[in-house]
């Protein structure tokens, strides 16, 4: 799958020649549960050329012991879902793939699972974005749109939408890999599940820390951003 958007990546390029590619955000989180390090979050978002100006294009490995999940997802500028893909593996082992397209408003997906394959159809709400479970960095499509801001979200597994409210906490000072940041503390709401995220981000808007209580999982950049 990875290799999949890679591909796509590519083709985008290619079609719009001397266009630029920009990074938005991109590292890599220390996933930690209970005061432990139990994992890894690879990850990468970039602005990109595409057929109707510009993309944003994000990809990213999660390991979480042998589970491994390898996220991708294109969307517009307003960070609304065009196409989206995901690999789980346990024990190494494909367990899952799902993909999804949108035309329009209209969003059309297909899993394989090891019970068998579904496909699913419905309509996203204008404004939507996807964050995935146990994926940190498709938060950044939520709380790019700032305090105040009322996000329909879609967790493109299981299908469902929710609705998230972004509030401003404060401002805090961070220190990552021995480097000071000014951070801005938001806090996100899950209107219908009641998951509360606590999100902190660099002036840039650049994630630097993720802590998600429900999961009991802090995500810390292991260096950051520059």
Not at 75 to 90: H, K, L, M, Q, W
Request: glycine share 8%; proline share 4%; net charge neutral.
């Amino acid at each position: 799958m990875f290799r999949t958007l890679a591909i796509l990546h590519v083709a985008l390029l290619a079609t719009s020649a001397g266009a630029q590619v920009i990074s938005v955000d991109e590292g890599s989180f220390a996933l930690v549960r209970d005061g432990e390090r139990v994992g890894r979050e690879d990850f990468s978002i970039r602005s990109a050329p595409s057929a109707g100006g510009r993309m944003y294009v994000a990809q990213g490995t999660v390991v979480l012991g042998a589970h491994r999940l390898a996220p991708g997802l294109n969307a517009d500028t307003s960070g609304f879902p065009e196409r989206y893909e995901i690999e789980v593996r346990d024990d190494r082992q494909v367990t899952e793939t799902y993909s999804a397209q949108t035309a329009r408003d209209h969003y059309t997906s297909r899993a394989q699972r090891e019970d068998g394959e579904s496909a699913r159809e419905f309509r996203l709400p204008p404004g939507t974005v996807a964050a995935e479970d146990d994926v940190i960095h498709q938060l950044w499509f939520i709380v790019r749109r700032g305090p105040g801001a009322t996000v329909p979200v879609l967790v493109p597994r299981r299908g469902v939408i929710d609705t998230a409210r972004v509030e401003l906490v404060g401002r805090e000072r961070l220190t990552i890999d021995v480097r000071g940041f000014d951070a801005q503390h938001l806090r996100v709401r899950r209107v219908k599940e009641g998951v509360v995220d606590d999100v902190w981000v660099d002036q840039a808007g650049r994630l630097l820390k993720v802590v998600e209580p429900s999961r009991r999982l802090v995500a810390v950049r292991e260096e950051g951003p520059r």
